[in-house]
């Protein structure tokens, strides 16, 4: 049973416009969300997160939204550039966990 | 800091053989653990660790074990490969060891082929 889903694999977006990743989850239990961005052949790295306390989260280009009652979050990046091009996956955990459930990824590509 | 090191890099093995993939922290981080990264199916948690002494069972332990005798290494060891097992192996890191709200800090991957 796939607990975060990401439902689409890539993603397409032309330089300097707006890219929107998805990520569903079906556990109600989980409060906590992540992204994490991952280049080839290099390990993830932390992108950005967000508490089921807020339903909005910034940090520059990047935005994250919550919406608790669609169980759904979405990572929003603008202006994208070429270096985002890369495999963003979402993640999420709840309150003393010691586990991270990610979702199965979506590749981004950024086309000048 | 050298971060999170991982070794070896890329390994191919024939079913049946056994290995160990290491994993180094130099961070002082409580926590580590191990994913795997298949095509279509993100990472998965294999073994975790809140401290020396303390490992757990993630979503796919099957044909693995850890151990973690110190705060550093977190060695994941297969007993007897199969084409399965074939995979990106990730290690990861981080400060806390009670809540996985703590950012992770991952290695570069070992990419294992079993023939």
């Known amino acids: 049973d796939q607990q975060v889903k990401q439902n689409s694999p890539s993603l397409s977006v032309q330089e300097g416009r707006i890219s929107i990743l998805n990520c569903d989850y079906t556990?109600?239990?989980?409060?906590?969300f992540l992204w994490y961005k991952k280049y080839p052949a290099e390990g993830p790295t932390f992108l950005i997160s967000?508490?089921?306390?807020?339903d909005k989260n910034e940090d520059g280009r990047f935005t994250v939204f919550l919406n608790k009652s669609a169980k759904h979050l979405s990572l929003h990046i603008v202006p994208s550039q070429p270096g985002d091009s890369a495999v963003y996956f979402c993640?999420?955990?709840?309150?003393?966990?010691?586990?991270?459930?990610f979702g199965q990824g979506t590749r981004l590509t950024i086309n000048p | 800091n050298a971060g999170v090191t991982q070794t070896p890099k890329f390994q191919v093995l024939k079913t049946g053989q056994s290995m160990t993939l290491q994993c180094a922290q130099d961070m002082n981080h409580e926590y580590m653990s191990w994913y795997r990264q298949d095509p279509g199916m993100g990472l998965r948690l294999i073994h975790y660790s809140v401290g020396a002494g303390i490992t757990d069972q993630g979503e796919v332990p099957n044909g693995y074990n850890v151990s973690r005798s110190t705060t550093e290494d977190f060695p994941l060891r297969l007993l007897s490969a199969a084409p399965s097992q074939t995979s990106v192996y990730f290690c990861a890191s981080s400060y806390a060891g009670t809540s996985a709200q703590e950012t992770q800090y991952f290695g570069p991957g070992t990419r294992l082929l079993v023939l």
């Open positions: 556990n109600s239990m989980f409060d906590y």
């Open positions: 967000i508490s089921s306390i807020k």
């Open positions: 993640a999420a955990t709840f309150q003393g966990a010691q586990k991270l459930v």
